[in-house]
């Protein structure tokens, strides 16, 4: 069985208030062509198709339209699309009834028939254009862990997403008599995954064991972390395929969809696609300079290259106030457009450089003096009094509430 694994899509992110529908619909048309090159037996979507989970009406449309263009590119193909953290799992499921008359299965939540849980849902059969079975796809869409349901009343409530997890695989083993290939589609952390450039302060997703998969799929096509990779130790048969564009400037390696061949008892053949952003995230320069310099370089960047562009500062206080508007003010006229500055604190010489202290020496040092210290550490200057004294409030407070206890 040949599959296309694609996740993260993030329709309808916008990137400092600049609009992206442009590089996002460049996106399809790549994944229509590659599907149209590739002819896959199945698509996997694994979760955050949207960036918003009320996504604007021009959004769906494109996701809609580029769609059915991927169906058009390979009408025999079946497409499997699971809910993210970021999407809403009822508006992502509310066309799933028409989704079907085009070989697209939608999967947004658990879906529950009284007390019975209804599995069959997540189960979805890979047929050619000749009706001849070639696998079974498992769609799992993003739960939390403390949501997924009960199935019994033996299992403990920390242990009930590895549960339903292998539950799926028991039923697909059961219909399995010819052993075809079996693909498991997930939206979460694993744990050991390389977290590169990715955010979890928005949607952050608790990490979970490898071994929590449960056992009895061929291939994991796992959606959420935006750098592609496959999971130590998993014998390349767990893969997050990334996002296929930039979501952050640290978001700074290829972007990619994968196709996977899988055949027999054999570890999967996998080949990254990758896709281009006709409109890049780039960091001017790569390594900190000056602000003088910095600008500089905006001011001569090319005049007709795309691209979003932070600028990569080294500061000794703070930056100047008009420093936003100047950077501004350097790209009017060009294709690029300025996004923010970031900034880097230069590095203290060895002389300025925090002394190593013992144990025993912090622990005869008062809460304040850490603090400081600290700060030194982090900031490269001393704290104000300000901050000082609003420091020794809160230790005091917190003196007051141990005694009382």
Request: with cysteine.
């Amino acid at each position: 069985m040949k599959i296309l694994h694609t996740s993260d899509w993030h329709l309808g992110h916008t990137l400092y208030n600049y609009d992206r529908s442009r590089e996002q619909q460049a996106f399809l048309k790549q994944l229509t062509r590659i599907v149209a090159e590739e002819m896959p037996d199945a698509m996997v979507v694994s979760g955050d198709i949207y960036h918003y989970s009320t996504p604007s009406a021009s959004t769906q449309k494109m996701y809609t339209d580029g769609m059915l263009e991927i169906h058009r590119a390979c009408p025999q193909m079946t497409i499997v699309v699971t809910a993210g953290n970021h999407d809403s799992s009822s508006k992502l499921e509310i066309d799933s009834s028409l989704w079907n008359h085009f070989g697209v299965k939608v999967v947004g939540n658990i879906e529950r028939n009284q007390e019975e849980v209804n599995l069959e849902k997540h189960i979805v059969e890979v047929r050619n254009d000749r009706g001849i079975l070639k696998g079974y796809i498992i769609a799992i869409p993003h739960v939390y862990p403390q949501n997924f349901p009960i199935l019994d009343t033996e299992t403990p409530r920390e242990e009930r997403q590895a549960r339903f997890f292998q539950a799926l695989q028991d039923e697909v083993e059961k219909m399995n008599a010819e052993r075809l290939p079996v693909v498991l589609m997930a939206h979460l952390s694993i744990e050991g995954s390389d977290q590169t450039g990715h955010d979890d302060t928005v949607g952050g997703i608790e990490y979970v064991p490898i071994s929590a998969m449960g056992g009895g799929y061929d291939y994991l096509a796992l959606g959420h972390i935006h750098c592609p990779q496959n999971i130590k130790g998993s014998r390349s048969c767990a893969r997050y395929c990334g996002a296929p564009l930039s979501v952050s400037f640290d978001e700074t390696y290829p972007h990619s969809v994968s196709i996977v061949e899988i055949q027999g008892e054999k570890a999967p053949q996998i080949k990254t696609i990758e896709i281009e952003n006709p409109m890049p995230l780039i960091t001017l320069p790569k390594e900190a300079v000056d602000f003088e310099e910095a600008i500089k370089l905006l001011e001569e960047y090319p005049d007709d290259k795309p691209a979003y562009i932070r600028l990569n500062v080294l500061i000794k206080d703070y930056l100047a106030p008009d420093c936003n508007e100047r950077a501004s003010s350097a790209v009017k006229g060009k294709n690029c457009k300025f996004c923010y500055i970031k900034p880097n604190r230069e590095k203290r010489t060895s002389e300025d450089e925090t002394k190593h202290i013992s144990i025993q020496e912090m622990q005869e040092m008062s809460p304040l003096e850490i603090a400081k210290l600290y700060f030194q550490e982090a900031e490269g200057e001393e704290m104000d009094e300000e901050l000082c004294e609003l420091m020794n409030s809160v230790v005091q407070k917190v003196k007051e509430k141990s005694i009382l206890h």
